[in-house]
């Protein structure tokens, strides 16, 4: 199966009696809503992690219940929306980036089902690289093929010399929900890849007031252009046992 994880402004994909819908309760709490349908002859199950309503905030998102319920669920590959802001100029609002690495500088979030036993994760390619290279020649949308994605805290929005040393760490966008999910699913070995939506220029590279208005607008406009990458990209996608993701915890356990 495969799981898709919306963001800002992506709350459903599928609508109908075709359409079963529910939460699962998971050891972390009770999880995002998911949708689960068939799309190519593929299942798939979708769960926007602020919930139908955009009931959860950034830094209250039960990323462990979402992770673990899609894991219980069946799903095996993971494609997950993020809209973020961009630092780089030549990286502007309305395009699409596939990050290739990130940076956390998340405060107060758990980030490990691992409080029991020792396990270090490798993190080499946080990405699934098998998803990456299907959502990049995805044959019909042209997206930015790699960027580092910085995870803040938020809700807030970050402050100029917060951008500038994001940047000089090599930060291409930012947004604030991109970790703990990626180590997640790293951790229960699945395939894990994000599109990231460029909704703005970050705070101080735009020189206006950031408002989550201006945010919303991109990504209704570029709605109908991030349905197109996630379902060709369904179409193409193949389920490969052998790619590392799965196997992640062959030496990492103590
Ligand atoms: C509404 S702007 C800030 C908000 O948008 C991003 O969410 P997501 O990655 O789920 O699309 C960002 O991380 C913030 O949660
Ligand atoms: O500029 C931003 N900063 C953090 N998160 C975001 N999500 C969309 N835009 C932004």
């Not at 780089?88 to 980030?111: A, C, H, S, Y």
């Amino acid at each position: 199966m495969i799981g898709i994880i919306g963001g800002t402004g992506l709350y459903t994909l599928a609508k109908g009696e075709n359409v079963e819908k529910k939460t699962v309760e998971t050891p972390y709490g009770i999880s995002s809503p998911i949708s689960i349908f068939k799309l190519y002859d593929k299942k798939i199950a979708f769960m926007p992690r602020h919930a139908e309503d955009h009931n959860y905030p950034p830094h209250k998102i039960n990323y462990r219940a979402n992770i673990y319920a899609l894991k219980k669920i069946g799903v095996k590959q993971i494609i997950a929306v993020n809209t973020v802001g961009s630092m780089q100029e030549n990286v502007k609002p309305g395009e699409l980036l596939i990050p290739n690495d990130f940076i956390d500088f998340t405060k107060n979030r758990p980030t490990t089902f691992y409080d029991d036993k020792t396990v270090h994760i490798d993190m080499t390619d946080p990405y699934c690289p098998n998803i990456r290279e299907v959502l990049i020649n995805n044959g019909e949308v042209d997206v930015i093929d790699k960027g580092i994605y910085v995870c803040t805290e938020g809700p807030r929005f970050e402050t100029p010399a917060e951008i500038r040393m994001f940047k000089k760490l090599g930060g291409t966008v930012v947004g604030m929900t991109g970790v703990p999910e990626v180590i997640l699913a790293r951790e229960l070995e699945m395939c894990y890849a994000s599109i990231c939506v460029v909704s703005n220029y970050a705070a101080s590279i735009s020189k206006k007031k950031l408002t989550i208005d201006e945010v919303f607008e991109v990504l209704e406009n570029k709605k109908q252009k991030l349905i197109k990458i996630i379902k060709k990209t369904i179409k193409k996608l193949k389920y490969d046992p052998n790619c590392k993701c799965q196997k992640a915890l062959e030496g990492a356990k103590i």
